[in-house]
């Protein structure tokens, strides 16, 4: 709910209690938006819900509503619709008013949280030595511009990247380290492997032929939970490679993380367990210990353990995420901690967060969400993979976007006939792309699994960045042609006549409810939607509407709206993730 629909509901409240008496005091009067913009902005449907309460028809009950009604400020006289809605139309002043007002906000309207919160995204987070895989990249994109609106709101914001640094396949990356690079493992304090899933695959080639050397990944296995030096340092090394090329990606993606990887929690899994036991969760089966889950069963439909300590006595995937749990809440003090990852692991988060909540390790006051995404499809709807069948590495999937985005702007240039640097193409190419693969992303719903085209995603027209960053260039290129500096307009020039100047006003208007749904939702499509909408309504009235050859005072006034609705784009933009260009 907006401001404005704040106060009308304030003033509704308070008419109903003047109309029908204080019993009537906190009924709801139902403020939607009019469902036909012809009606008017608003309606209120409480007439209908009162009528049978008090044995009249809902047209008179509205009627002794809208007479008490003091809205004055805000709307033309309410009209009674239907069989008994009460309209609101805004008044064109109070829209320009609160126009002028937006102008001079940098938040463009947008309130900051009035009780900012320390709150956790959890996303990224792939693991070592393993392939950075599509499904990694949406949690990237969508957990980045989850962190960022919340940081915009004011929040306290850690954004963690729990990266996959631990486990057994540890001990056949070390002990085939070993193998080939046997003086690097107590010297170099850097490595170069190469190819770190290549290596990958050699290591577990040698592992699955071989069965000595299986027994030798085993003994690491043991020396690193033991902590041995030069097992550690080999660790480490394998680590810090995995490390740099995960940098790349974020350097390109522009995402900042803090990494906090699953080895951090080692020291305090053995707690957890003991902490299960102690609360008496914790159960024995064949080995195993493991706490009992309501709502899970398994195939043959008996009840479903979640195994904290496995009969060997090692962690798990669980454990961990427990001891992170507890970690994040009581050292961190986070009062929302936000999980982002495919679908897939829906289970696994409802098992753990139920382990927990019957642990009582949740507090009343802290929010556990996890938020799931569906899969990334090639554009045959099957898993995304490359020609040859497959996983498309993350580097190479930016690059061909980048690549192909210099493409079509080089095509595009040449039409137009226009000569630029190539330092201008190389710049614009790489934003294009970059923004196109993010904004493809985050304008599904993310629950739903979407096809990877990018083709689509590149293109000029329809719901892409790159038609919002060409709206975009496009208000600047009238400020450019002006000679117009937008910081230096007037102030309270907004006058709204034309029809498409009241619709993008209206638009303009409705961005902090937009903000805000997404930051209780954790739906940034919402964002897109709201920006694709914007870039049309925009369109739109530019196609009406002279600018540049308006007379004063209309043309102030115009030159505002574009200001306006350049900012708007320009900030929800970065909500994404993504950077604008004045020009392309
Ligand atoms: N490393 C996991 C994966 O690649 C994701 C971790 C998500 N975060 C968590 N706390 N479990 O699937």
Redo the contacts with the bound molecule.
Sequence with gaps: MNATQEKLKVQLEKAIVAAFGADFAGVDPILVSASNPKFGDYQANVALSLSKKKGLQPRAIAGAIALKLDVSEICEPPEIAGPGFINLKLKTAYLEAQLNDIQADPRLGVPAAKTPKREIV?FS???IA?EMHV??LR?TIIGDSIARILEFQGHDVLRLN???DWGTQFGMLIAYLREVYPDALTTANALDIGDLVSFYRKAKQRFDTDAAFQETARQEVVRLQAGAEDTLHAWKLLCEQSRQEFQIIYELLDIKLTERG?SFYNPLLPEVVEDLEKSGLLVENQGAKCVFLEGFTNREGEPLPLIVQKSDGGYN?AT??LA?LRYRIQQDQAKRII????AG?GN??AQFFQVARKAGWIPDDVELVHVPFGLVLGEDGKKFKTRSGDTVRLRDLLDEAVSRAHADLKTRLQKEERQETEEFINEVARVVGISAVKYADLSQNRTSNYIFSYDKMLDLKGNTAPYMLYVYARIHGISRKGDINFKELGKNAVLLQHETELALAKYLLQLDEVISSVEQDLLPNRLCEYLFELSQKFNQFYDRCPILQAEEPQRTSRLVLCDLTARTLKLGLSLLGIQVLERM
């Design positions: 959890d987070s792939p693991n393993k499904g990694h949690s729990h990266i996959g699953e995937y961990t995420d992170s999980y982002v990852t495919d692991q696994h988060f």
